[in-house]
């Protein structure tokens, strides 16, 4: 047994604890970059949904007002999670890559989730941008 593993230390030191200091400093982590647009889906789901929660303002113009406002932010929230997350690209109960799945059925599952993901860049996506520039609070 090992006490001392160099190679575990590096790897806690340089990625875990330094992206820590370059997110306090940056906003980013070298590593974020791997996947950069997972990491800002994720920190888009948490920051609409702390609006939501937090948030006493709205666009003036914004159907539904105050309570129409938070809806679209909780949805929006919900979509950038299910991005994130892509479970029902990749996880082996919603997604396609489960050895057991019959040809027919990974089809059905991979056409769903494209089904999904147009709709998310041609809907969901556009929508969002018309409303960036009021997320604040």
Request: aromatic content about 18%; hydrophobic content about 35%.
């Amino acid at each position: 047994m090992r006490i001392f593993d160099w190679s575990e230390w590096r790897y806690l030191f340089k990625h875990r604890l330094g992206g820590w200091f370059q997110r306090a400093n940056r906003g980013w982590a070298d590593h974020d970059t791997w996947s950069f647009d997972h990491y800002l889906a994720e920190v888009m789901a948490g920051g609409l949904r702390k609006l939501a929660e937090k948030g006493h303002g709205h666009p003036c113009d914004f159907p539904g007002e105050g309570e129409g406002w938070n809806a679209w932010l909780l949805d929006k929230a919900d979509w950038f999670e299910w991005y994130h997350l892509d479970e029902d690209g990749c996880s082996d109960d919603k997604g396609w890559i489960a050895p057991a799945l019959t040809q027919e059925e990974k089809r059905r599952r991979m056409d769903a989730y494209h089904a999904k993901m147009e709709r998310f860049f041609n809907e969901v996506l556009p929508d969002f941008c018309k409303y960036f520039g009021n997320l604040w609070d």
